[in-house]
């Protein structure tokens, strides 16, 4: 992608949802052992609890994910004021993008019986911004967008939400490794 439709992009979206997330047209509620049928990501580091919605004509997805104050990353970041790191919000915004391709790669509005993860790597995070604390004790909301797949690259731009405000844009790019 173009850098320019990128920051125009992320600038679009520092200040409103991607979408509505209560409009979207397939209701889901897949929890964890549905997720793990495809993607690779496991505890402590899967950071998708709950895929909510889906809209497969304007590729987005809606998911949650509890910010549980037992984690031992508020321990560490930091302990007067504990915080979820930007770098895992940006992962839990990537992880349901994964969860995304699988939907759109396979054409379904649900996960299968046949399901396998999504094998793929990160290659970029083409921008973020980071615009309100992330803390624990809550269930933040995932989004996300497909922006473009060509067979091998797929890209997405993604938000966490605090209640409706954004705290967290990026667009990101992972390899799909796939035959």
């Known amino acids: 992608m173009d850098p320019n439709e990128i920051d125009s992009i992320v600038k679009k979206l520092r200040k409103k949802p991607l979408f509505d997330r209560g409009a979207l047209p397939v209701k889901l509620d897949y929890g964890p052992e549905s997720i793990h049928q495809i993607i690779p990501h496991r505890p402590p580091l899967r950071l998708v609890d709950r895929l909510t919605g889906y809209d497969p004509d304007q590729g987005f997805m809606s998911g949650e994910l509890f910010l549980d104050p037992k984690d031992p990353v508020f321990a560490g970041h930091f302990p007067e004021v504990p915080l979820f790191p930007g770098n895992l919000s940006v992962e839990a915004i990537g992880q349901l993008g994964l969860c995304m391709y699988y939907f ?37 909301t995932l989004l996300s967008k497909k922006l473009e797949f060509d067979g091998y690259f797929a890209s997405m731009v993604g938000q966490v939400l605090v209640g409706d405000k954004v705290a967290v844009v990026a667009v990101g790019e992972v390899i799909i490794l796939e035959d």
Do not use: C, H, W
Not at 120 to 134: D, Q
């Open 104 to 140: 759109v790669a396979k054409n379904r509005t649900d996960i299968g019986s046949d399901a396998t993860p999504v094998p793929a790597r990160a290659t970029r995070i083409a921008s973020a911004y980071f615009l309100e604390p992330v803390s624990p004790n809550q269930t933040v």
